[in-house]
């Protein structure tokens, strides 16, 4: 009996082969197969780059295959740059900043679509200065920094922001911190041709009596310009906006929400279309969500989107949906929440898309893009020091 179970299963044998190495659209052989590691529907989590303590202040950029990341090198002090042509199967890396002393302070990085190739703009501060690079294909070469705000007894503080026009606009808008007499003032500058002629730039809240500024982050939707930023002093997180392509701000700036002085967390904003702007911020115990239906010219109630989390939160709009990528410090885990109806509700619980089980920290620093059903998130791996991409295909149901 044990005899014809065996010569059974060796007929039998030929057949399963045959099966395994034949199976289709769902073979590991095949291109197609979603494990395929070289299959550019891909989702999941792959380390971008492991050299070094890398990853923290990830700026993140996607145009359909087109993956774009600045973040800082802990170990040199330097600004990096990592690019990807197809979908974030494969990456290249390489030094961007050429300072020494970044000193920690983040990049960001726009960019808009040139004939086959793209226009890239980088922003980074060193100890004092703020700076910029540009390149003409698609990061491949950078041009000499090109300095912003020089230090002259004004020191650059804190996160910079940086931002694209759209449509036929190639002027790009950068925010920024500068020390004022209190704390900070709330700064902005320009350039044209693509990111390779900056003007000098201008206060845009020099608030005498008050800290101002800091961590601020800025949208543009046409000729609407607007930046979200913390008055540090009073406590709060604001908003100011111009109608103007950025010539002049309304002031004094709205109120979005409460916050704290010692927010750990910057604030993420989006326009849709000129008129509805999203403003997402961390306000010392929870992740904060806050709406204006006019332009910036009120908002909402504050609405708390995930209860404990919410440092470094990043957001991004498309189609309709808000997306929001933050960091849960108690449990170190990388989150994710999505808004279908414009924000009036959300994915609850957020979901875990990496882990640090409690123990470890991953996503400290996070960016969010989102192409198609596609969302990217960027963020750093404090327990292994790397930076990090997490892809979903199906606008961030699963990862």
Not at 84 to 112: E, F, H, K, L, Y
Not at 169 to 181: E, F, R
Not at 229 to 249: D, E
């Amino acid at each position: 009996m044990k005899a014809a179970k065996t010569i059974a299963i060796l007929m039998a044998l030929p057949l399963l082969l045959t099966c395994e190495l034949f199976s289709g659209p769902y073979d590991r052989e095949n291109p197609k197969d979603p494990l395929n590691p070289n299959y550019a529907g891909w989702f999941g989590i792959r380390t971008v780059d492991p050299t070094n303590d890398v990853g923290m202040y990830p700026s993140m950029k996607v145009s359909g295959a087109n993956v774009f990341i600045s973040y800082f090198d802990a170990t040199k002090g330097q600004v990096r740059f990592a690019t990807s042509a197809d979908s974030g199967i494969s990456w290249t890396t390489a030094q961007v900043g050429n300072s020494a002393n970044t000193a920690g302070n983040p990049s960001a990085i726009a960019i808009r679509p040139k004939a086959s190739t793209f226009d890239i703009a980088l922003i980074y501060q060193d100890l004092n200065n703020l700076h910029a690079k540009k390149s003409s294909d698609s990061g491949v070469n950078w041009a000499d920094p090109a300095t912003i705000q020089p230090d002259s007894a004004n020191i650059v503080l804190h996160h910079c922001s940086l931002a694209a026009g759209t449509g036929a606009d190639d002027t790009y808008y950068a925010s920024y911190c500068v020390q004022g007499a209190v704390g900070g003032n709330l700064w902005l500058a320009k350039s044209s041709a693509g990111g390779g002629d900056w003007s000098a730039g201008t206060g845009v809240d020099l608030n005498p009596t008050a800290d101002v500024g800091k961590f601020s982050s800025i949208a543009v939707q046409g000729t609407a310009v607007f930046i979200a930023y913390q008055n540090s002093t009073m406590g709060k997180i604001v908003m100011t906006n111009s109608i103007t392509g950025g010539t002049t701000f309304q002031m004094p700036p709205v109120f979005v929400g409460n916050t704290s002085a010692t927010t750990l967390g910057g604030t993420a904003v989006a326009a849709t279309d000129g008129t509805n702007v999203y403003v997402v911020y961390f306000d010392g115990n929870n992740l904060v969500f806050a709406k204006s239906s006019n332009g910036g010219g009120s908002f909402s109630s504050p609405f708390n989107v995930s209860t404990g989390g919410g440092i470094s939160p990043s957001i991004a709009v498309s189609a309709g949906k808000i997306y929001i990528s933050q960091f849960h410090a108690t449990s170190g885990d990388l989150l994710f929440t999505r808004s279908d109806d414009f924000g009036a509700n959300w994915i609850t619980p957020p979901l875990v898309v990496d882990t640090g089980l409690g123990l470890n920290s991953v996503g400290k620093s996070t960016s969010l893009a989102v192409d198609g059903t596609n969302v990217y998130i960027a963020y750093y791996d404090a327990t292994n020091g790397d930076l990090k991409v997490a892809k979903s295909i199906d606008n961030g149901d699963t990862w």
